[in-house]
């Protein structure tokens, strides 16, 4: 009997994150040949693939609990792990466990080699994207949801021939370096899910987007189902959720948000497409519950975790405290990536960046504090706003990030006579970091 190169986690995490030189495409060659070596194990799962700019975790989260209902196991694989390592591959929303992250590593060990010395090493989420696809695989899942890292067509998740359904979310601008400098032409890469003979869901997006869906779709003989906003109607909102009617379906969720809505929506449309029964659609749905998407964090002081990266989902954010915040004096915690669109970002927030701390997101791509605040102040001085120059600060530790914003809170409630509320957003990377120490900060029970 062969025996297993690794024994421990730390062991085993540490080899396969630890890998050097990756063959970095954007093409499918490479993470399909791998995955022809072990077994093409994608080739006997039935796949739901998710792909766009905003709400792919939205969508997939509520397809999920919906899809428990009606089967006995349900995969999924997103990106990147924000809270846990490890939580972006589950099987009903049980994240592998560090004795079976062992075993796939020890399967996998001789084919990483091999592809090592033959200079095709995959990179790190395509190999994360093998493991998910090999495990959900070897624990017999029923039905695998798949999102999307980058794009569609190139993305190594589009590795399938045939999966069995294709759900596109809202498409905006995004990683146009890679994808295209215009809302039609990233709508064109994300069109590359669709298979042939097969089915699509296109959530709500704008005329032109759905049209280049459509037409590939039409092109591949593959069934395209549109949401319809006139089919969605709100019933109820508050801080606790929101009940809403959806093609005759009542359905309550946790989750707020006219965006929420709509991805909801859209998980209704791919259930119904998958002829998933009507109760299991309204027992699942509501059971969803999503950190990171405006998420109340905390209670007392009121704390909003908002993983609003580029400017549709900062615009989505900005809906949000309007309809939920509006009485509340707001403090800002804000760290992105250098890459995005910060600018824009920022003058979509604008209105709640005038009592706000700086951070730093988490890794290399992070924007410099020093320069966010710099930019922050920029765009508030535009607007004549130069009195609240003062409230905006920057801080490399998000510790003291956390802990100067509760500061700013309790002088934002005092000159606003309104209770202060906390809003941090930005990069999904440093959310994780933040809800920890939101948990274990002694001033969250003092307030």
Not at 58 to 64: E, H, P, Q
Not at 259 to 275: F, R, S
Not at 361 to 376: T, V, Y
Request: aromatic share 8%; net charge neutral; charged share 25%.
């Amino acid at each position: 009997m062969k025996k297993d190169k690794f024994s421990t986690y730390n062991e085993a995490h540490k080899y396969f994150y630890g890998r050097k030189n990756h063959r970095w495409d954007l093409g499918l060659e490479n993470i399909s040949n791998f995955l022809q070596k072990i077994g093409s194990p994608q080739e006997k799962l039935n796949i739901i693939q998710i792909a766009g700019t905003n709400g792919k975790g939205s969508v997939s989260s509520f397809l999920t609990d919906i899809l428990m209902e009606k089967y006995d196991k349900v995969g999924r694989y997103n990106s990147p792990a924000v809270f846990e390592e490890r939580e972006n591959i589950t099987i009903n929303n049980i994240s592998i466990t560090g004795e079976e992250f062992v075993s796939q590593v020890n399967e996998l060990y001789e084919y990483i080699e091999l592809a090592e010395r033959e200079e095709a090493l995959p990179t790190i989420f395509e190999l994360e994207t093998i493991m998910a696809l090999n495990y959900f695989y070897k624990k017999s899942c029923d039905i695998v949801i798949l999102e999307t890292g980058l794009g569609g067509r190139d993305d190594a998740t589009n590795v399938s021939k045939g999966n069995i359904l294709s759900v596109f979310t809202s498409i905006s601008l995004d990683h146009m370096e890679y994808l295209g400098s215009t809302v039609e032409e990233i709508a064109q890469v994300k069109a590359g899910i669709i298979k042939k003979n097969s089915k699509a869901v296109i959530g709500i997006n704008n005329k032109a987007v759905t049209g280049i869906l459509k037409d590939d779709a039409k092109k591949k003989n593959s069934m395209a189902v549109m949401v319809n906003p006139e089919q969605l109607k709100l019933v109820k909102a508050d801080i606790r959720g929101q009940e809403f009617i959806y093609r005759g379906i009542s359905c309550k969720i946790k989750l707020l948000g006219k965006n929420q809505l709509e991805n909801a929506a859209a998980a209704i449309e791919a259930a119904m497409a998958l002829d998933v029964p009507y109760k299991a659609i309204t027992e699942g749905i509501k059971k969803t519950c999503i950190r990171g998407r405006f998420h109340i964090a905390s209670k007392s002081p009121l704390i909003v975790l908002d993983g609003a990266h580029n400017p549709d989902a900062a615009l989505r954010l900005r809906e949000n405290i309007e309809e939920y915040l509006s009485g509340f004096a707001i403090v800002a915690v804000m760290g992105v990536f250098r890459d995005k669109d910060y600018k824009s970002i920022i003058n979509i927030m604008k209105p709640y960046l005038k009592r706000a701390v700086a951070v730093s997101a988490k890794g290399q791509r992070a924007l410099a504090p020093k320069e966010l605040r710099r930019e922050i102040l920029a765009g508030l001085k535009k607007d004549n706003t130069e009195a609240f120059c003062g409230e905006v600060y920057e801080t490399e530790s998000l510790t003291d990030g956390v802990n100067m914003a509760a500061e700013l809170m309790k002088k934002a409630g005092e000159d606003e006579g309104k209770p202060p509320a906390m809003v941090i957003f930005g990069s999904l990377s440093y959310l994780g970091d933040i809800y920890g120490i939101i948990k274990k900060t002694a001033w969250e029970k003092s307030l």
